[in-house]
């Protein structure tokens, strides 16, 4: 079975339960075909107005911390606004390709709300935009993984995909 590890920065807090929900939801819709880790990254605090320098700094601490966490030789998805926009069909060729499938497992990044450093960006396979718009990380943790049950269902020909 094939792992697909979702690296987030940030948690859902206990009053956004729903995405939670959501998520498992589609966890448990995948559960036959992908062993899904979710593993969260803690944002770094900053203050209210923090300025380059310091925002540089917290990406560098959450860079750390999620090559801590990544699988070695992984294949790498990052989740960036600057990426590049596929179609559903197209992101299901993506993580179905022999380059994705042949290795131990298939990582996605999602950063914080200043997203992710560049020495993140520049160690990925592929750099990804769902779209022009800024998403909060917990409902792009929802979006993510509807994509990927949905690229496993364009795949295996389960009527879902319209």
Known sequence: MKKINIIYTGDIKDKE???KKAVEEYEKRLSTA???ANTEIKEERLPDKPNESEILSGLNRETKKIKEKSVKGA????LCI???KLSSEAFSNLIYSERAQ???CIEFYIGSSHGLSDEIKKSCDFILSFSDMTF???L???ILIEQIYRAYTIH???KYHK
């Open 17 to 19: 339960e729903y995405y």
């Open 34 to 36: 992908f062993a899904i």
């Open 75 to 78: 294949y790498k998805i990052a």
């Open 82 to 84: 600057e990426g590049k």
């Open 102 to 104: 042949n290795s131990p």
């Open 136 to 138: 909060p990380h917990r």
């Open 140 to 142: 792009m943790r929802v």
């Open 156 to 158: 295996s020909g389960i």
